[in-house]
């Protein structure tokens, strides 16, 4: 059974960094796509970066192209959001999800293309 579980969400200035964590267990993910995606109050969940377990391709959301960076650690089955440049708009619950790709050839965007899910960490940039 697949599980996920994030971590290291938490309260920062903005300006600031935070990495999260994503642990993965249950199953191999090589032929996965790992997503995280955010949700603040009020809002839809939205896409912030994904990459392909098998080979690294990475994607990113328009809001964090060029201050997030998504990375996955193959031993340890561990896939990391690193956070720079934080903003008050980055405030949200941030999730890990996962898919298996099934020969998709691309990392998917949209949460509904998502089955397994982590339980989510708060992330909260102060101005």
């Known amino acids: 059974q697949v599980r996920l579980e994030e971590s290291g969400g938490g309260l920062v200035q903005a300006g600031g960094s935070l990495r999260l964590s994503c642990a993965a267990s249950g199953r191999s993910f090589l032929t996965f796509a790992m997503g995280w995606f955010r949700q603040a109050p009020g809002a839809e969940r939205e896409f912030v970066a994904g990459?392909?377990?098998?080979?690294?391709?990475?994607k990113y959301g328009d809001s964090v192209k060029g201050r997030f960076t998504i990375s996955r650690d193959i031993a340890n089955n561990t896939i990391y959001l690193q956070m720079n440049s934080l903003k008050p708009e980055d405030t949200a619950v941030y999730y890990c999800a996962a898919e298996q790709l099934l020969g998709r050839a691309e990392v998917p965007l949209q949460s509904f293309e998502y089955n397994y899910w982590g339980q989510g960490t708060q992330v909260t940039v102060s101005s």
């Open positions: 990459l392909m377990w098998y080979g690294g391709i990475t």
